[in-house]
């Protein structure tokens, strides 16, 4: 197992140098010019030059990316180059409206998903079911930017009603904090919970065929009690892997739906550094959203590992 | 000298506004109503049978002004820095002027004011300048002004060498982006404390617009200008002490208690929050949550009206987009290709679907100037603005040859930024262009790489921009010009010609306007032959504001100073 998991380790490390090139080399292909970003649209060629020697940039690529990284090991992510500000701040700033939206938007998810996963599971092929699996598909089909939308649209002409500007922290003033996430939250959420909820109803279905279920009603148990206490539980393992992977879909979706909703976390510092590509950020925040899901995916691993021992020798 | 910068903008539909609204605004703009009076359509009478021609009437300002409350208000985007030595990005222009001074200011703000007049009016100078030989400009400061009370400045006194070293640092430090701007001072004296001389190299008619613009105007003191702190926070002298920067999410002020002009400001304090998403910005006002919003087209315009019936309103002209192509360069160095361009594109019909038909047909060079002269009015060269694909066909056959075709580029950012209507413009355009014998690939770019490749003339074929209007007007002649061999930097479409070269030159060193008239309309004439630019018509853009704000009106060049003299009934 201790094996198993040195392997694992070595291999996301790979990963991550692996993709800090790529993102590295990615935001200096894109076609375009930082001055004029920093400079304005006016930017005369002499202070062109002064503002790349300024920053580095007149430096090979290699030794871009050795400083970076170096920096990186200690802890130093460099400085915006718009906003001149320290990047590790920066984004230590966006990381609670963020990590606040995407556990909302989970536990929103989960809220919705397990029960009519299980409902629509307990009662297969009948209208409720039915019913449910075209609302999930539904809900599937729906873009989440396009629902922030129309969320905003309609509150507002139907109750003249839409959720205050200014984002405030959760710990500063609670009621204020929720009411101005919990709609980005919903419109996050629902496609994750459509998911969720058609992976919980088949799981469920598979286990309610175990032979220890038929035992368990045969038993004279309450059905609901069959299904609560004793198939939900082993019907779990695929929807938390589900709902790990889909974890990373969560984070993507923040970029998009932070800007509808004007929150200020990582996915809009994310869009506004790469409009004005400022490479410091965006390389910063996508080498950590890479950590989060490779981080994710190695706890998922080793579960398995665990779970399951014959994962181990594969 | 106010008539010479006293400008007035058309609104929207048609010249009879501007007649009327000319008559009533100033010396300047009624001795320029005279010009293109010979068509008055009745195309401004709306849908709903109201005549909404007329100019907004503004009420005046309901009971005594109040101090105290808090205004809020939107933009669209974080401004990139607060520095306003190496911005020229609109967005900073909106927020330096709450904290930043100037020489002098737009006299804007007041029900009385239009959107679009470019009247200045003393900020930090005591009264408007003396330029006693057309070379130097003397200001006087007012006496007692401060700094804000806060760090570094700690509310010192600001002097005459605050002023020369803000001129001086924006027209000659490295850093600095607005050196061309400013390449018209030689010098700046300070005899004394309250005593500014700038001596220019040579007559410059626009010095006092420059002074009191948009950019590169206000005095940002030494000791704040020269740390990093000054791209995150303001230290200055204006109406407001800056107090909070939270990037894409908002600015917050409160009011300087210390500000050299009283009763200003009446507001205790004030806030911007930065709302990139359209709708958001929209149903936020409409829902009562912020108290300004702005530039709003046709649709969303009467929606807003018919949500908010009780809201404050004003409109204008919208400064519509051109094409820029590459005329140094086959195909677009034959003028009868850049005129077959412009016969081809069909603009009725682009307004028809783009604006909801609003906004002034045809422009020239001058956009957004009431003086400009109307399209019907340019004589033999007004048919380059017909849409007549026969006519167009012929041209290109006698350019290229019969039945030839042109391969071409067009380049232009996407929707986020200049929204859909102008991607839609373009889209439209090249239909019919199409038809008429130019191939053209679209290349559409996101804003970050458009404004850092093609608007910089990084291109191949064509590009398309919204235009400025401008409060000087040198900086719309910059886009033509191709002075000592080099490019002018805006100068898109590559132009070189000596004539048209002369006649810049000449217009900048005209200080009396009906002089100046007569070579903007050599310039008008000329320009229009080459087709060197190719002009879209215009929109309309609203504004709208909760109506318990007080005195106040909007400003089409957004340097929020204004907002000291609006007031709220409690």
């Not at chain 1, 076609?31 to 400079?39: E, K, L, N, Q």
């Not at chain 1, 080498?287 to 989060?292: D, E, K, T």
């Not at chain 2, 002034?360 to 003086?371: L, M, N, R, S, W």
Request: glycine share 6%; hydrophobic share 40%; aromatic share 10%.
């Amino acid at each position: 197992m201790t094996q198993y998991i040195i392997k694992r380790l070595l291999t996301s490390v790979l990963v991550l140098v692996f993709i800090s090139v790529i993102v590295f080399a990615g935001v200096r292909v894109i076609p375009g010019d930082v001055c004029a970003i920093i400079a304005g649209d006016r930017v005369e060629p002499a202070q062109c030059a002064a503002i790349e020697r300024e920053l580095g940039l007149d430096e090979p690529a290699p030794r871009q990316y050795l400083t970076w990284m170096g920096g990186i090991m200690q802890g130093d992510f460099g400085r915006s180059l718009t906003q001149r500000t320290d990047v590790l701040n920066d984004i230590g700033r966006r990381v609670p409206p963020t990590v606040q939206l995407t556990l909302m938007s989970t536990g929103f998810a989960l809220a919705l998903a397990l029960p009519i996963g299980v409902y629509s599971a307990a009662r297969q092929d009948r209208f409720a079911d039915y019913f449910l699996r075209i609302l999930t598909i539904g809900w599937l089909s729906i873009p989440n930017f396009w629902l922030g939308a129309m969320l905003i649209v309609l509150l507002s002409s139907w109750f003249n009603y839409i959720p205050p500007l200014g984002y405030v922290n959760i710990w500063d003033d609670p009621l204020r904090n929720l009411e101005q996430l919990y709609l980005p939250a919903f419109a996050l959420g629902l496609a994750l919970s459509a998911s969720i909820a058609r992976i919980t109803r088949s799981s469920m279905l598979e286990v309610l065929r175990q032979d220890y279920v038929r035992t368990a009603r045969a038993k004279g148990l309450h059905e609901w009690s069959v299904v609560g206490t004793h198939a939900l539980r082993n019907a779990l393992i695929p929807v938390i892997t589900l709902f790990a992977l889909q974890f990373g879909v969560l984070f993507g979706g923040t970029v998009i739906i932070e800007t509808i909703f004007n929150v200020p976390g990582l996915g809009r510092l994310l869009l506004t550094a790469v409009l004005s590509k400022d490479y410091p950020t965006v390389q910063g925040l996508v080498l950590l959203f890479a950590v989060v899901l490779v981080t994710i995916n190695l706890i998922v691993d080793i579960s398995y590992a665990w779970l399951d021992p014959r994962i181990r020798y594969s | 000298m106010n008539e010479h910068t006293n400008y007035w903008m058309r609104k929207r539909f048609s010249r009879r506004t501007a007649l009327r609204g000319a008559a009533g605004v100033g010396v300047g703009a009624s001795g320029y109503a005279l010009v293109g009076c010979g068509n008055d359509d009745d195309a401004d009478v709306q849908p709903n049978g109201e005549d909404d021609d007329a100019p907004q009437e503004q009420p005046t300002p309901s009971g005594e002004p109040q101090h105290g409350g808090s205004l809020s208000w939107l933009i669209s985007s974080s401004p990139p820095s607060l520095d306003p030595y190496t911005q020229t990005s609109f967005v900073n222009a909106y927020v330096n002027g709450v904290s930043y001074s100037r020489l002098v200011r737009f006299a804007a703000g007041v029900p009385e004011v239009e959107p679009t007049d470019f009247t200045m009016e003393p900020d930090l100078a005591e009264s408007m300048p003396e330029s006693p030989d057309e070379l130097t400009w003397v200001f006087t400061l007012r006496d007692g002004i401060r700094f804000h009370d806060v760090e570094p400045t700690n509310g010192r006194e600001l002097t005459s060498e605050d002023v020369a070293y803000a001129i001086r640092r924006y027209k000659d430090d490295e850093d600095s982006v607005h050196r061309s701007l400013w390449a018209f001072v030689d010098s700046v004296e300070t005899p004394d404390d309250r005593t500014v001389r700038i001596n220019t190299r040579e007559p410059y008619a626009d010095t006092v617009q420059v002074a009191g613009g948009n950019l590169a105007s206000y005095i940002v003191p030494q000791e704040h200008a020269e740390t990093d702190d000054v791209v995150n926070r303001m230290v200055g002298s204006g109406p407001f002490i800056h107090e909070s920067f939270d990037p894409d999410n908002n600015l917050h002020w409160r009011r300087n208690p210390d500000f050299f002009e009283e009763p200003y400001p009446y507001l205790d304090e004030t806030t911007v929050f930065i709302v990139t998403d359209q709708t958001q910005r929209l149903e936020q006002f409409v829902s009562g949550d912020v108290d300004l919003t702005w530039i709003h087209l046709a649709e969303e315009r009467d929606r807003i009206r018919e949500q908010r019936p009780d809201a404050g309103f004003d409109e204008q002209q919208g400064i519509g987009g051109y094409i820029y192509m590459r005329t140094d360069q086959p195909p677009f160095n034959d003028k009868r290709v850049r005129q077959a361009l412009s016969m081809g594109i069909n603009r009725e019909a682009i307004r028809e679907a783009v604006t909801a038909g609003e906004g002034e047909p045809d422009q020239v060079v001058f956009v957004g100037y009431e003086f400009a002269t109307p399209v019907e009015d340019l004589g033999e060269i007004s048919r380059y603005w017909e849409y007549d694909p026969a006519e167009a066909r012929a041209l290109l056959d006698a350019a290229i040859g019969e039945g030839e075709n042109i391969e071409t580029t067009w380049s232009h950012a996407d929707a986020a930024i200049y929204q859909q209507a102008y991607v839609d413009t373009a889209t439209l355009s090249m239909a019919t262009l199409r038809e008429v014998g130019f191939d053209i690939e679209q290349q559409e770019a996101p804003y970050s790489e458009y404004i850092s490749t093609t608007y910089q003339g990084d291109y191949e074929g064509m590009g398309h921009s919204p235009r400025a209007v401008s409060y000087h007007l040198d900086y719309l002649t910059e886009r033509l010009s191709f002075a000592d061999g080099e490019r002018a930097r805006i100068n898109l479409s590559y132009v070189d010609n000596p004539d048209l070269e002369e006649l810049l030159a000449r217009q900048r060193a005209q200080f009396d306007f009906d002089e100046r008239l007569e070579t903007i309309r050599e310039i008008e004439q000329l320009v229009g032959e080459e087709q060197y630019e190719v002009y879209f018509s215009t929109d309309t853009r609203s504004y709208f504001w909760n109506p318990i704000v007080q005195n106040y009106r909007p400003h089409a060049w957004f340097p929020y100073t204004h907002l000291m003299k609006a007031w709220k009934d409690q």
